[in-house]
Nanobody
């Protein structure tokens, strides 16, 4: 069982930056691939970014590619999403998720989810 807690969301002006964090429980964090997803009001949840257990592999949605960086610190059991040049359309609840690395498909199924953190970008 993996428990995930996101933090770092907030209100920011367009063009600004935020760094989201997701702290995971357990001693096998590096065995899990991690992903970030988001859900805007009235829209379906969508993939944002993902990273392999060792951090060597990453994937980004076209909507954030070039503006965001996913990273992880396995010593701290934490994954990050650095978001720059934020736009109003980035407004959403952001969720982190985890899946056993052996079953990882970057934009596929994740088995563990956090509660989410709200990101609001004002124009």
């Amino acid at each position: 069982q993996v428990q995930l807690v996101e933090s770092g969301g907030g209100l920011v002006q367009a063009g600004g930056s935020l760094r989201l964090s997701c702290a995971a429980s357990g001693r096998t964090f590096r065995s899990y691939a991690m992903g970030w997803f988001r859900q805007a009001p009235g829209k379906e949840r969508e993939f944002v970014a993902a990273i392999s257990g060792d951090g060597a592999g990453t994937d980004y949605s076209d909507s954030v590619k070039g503006r965001s960086t996913i990273s992880r610190d396995n010593a701290k059991n934490t994954v990050y999403l650095q978001m720059n040049s934020l736009k109003p359309e980035d407004t959403a609840v952001y969720y982190c998720a985890a899946v056993w690395s052996g079953a990882w498909v970057p934009r596929g199924r994740y088995d563990y989810w956090g509660q989410g953190t709200q990101v609001t970008v004002s124009s």
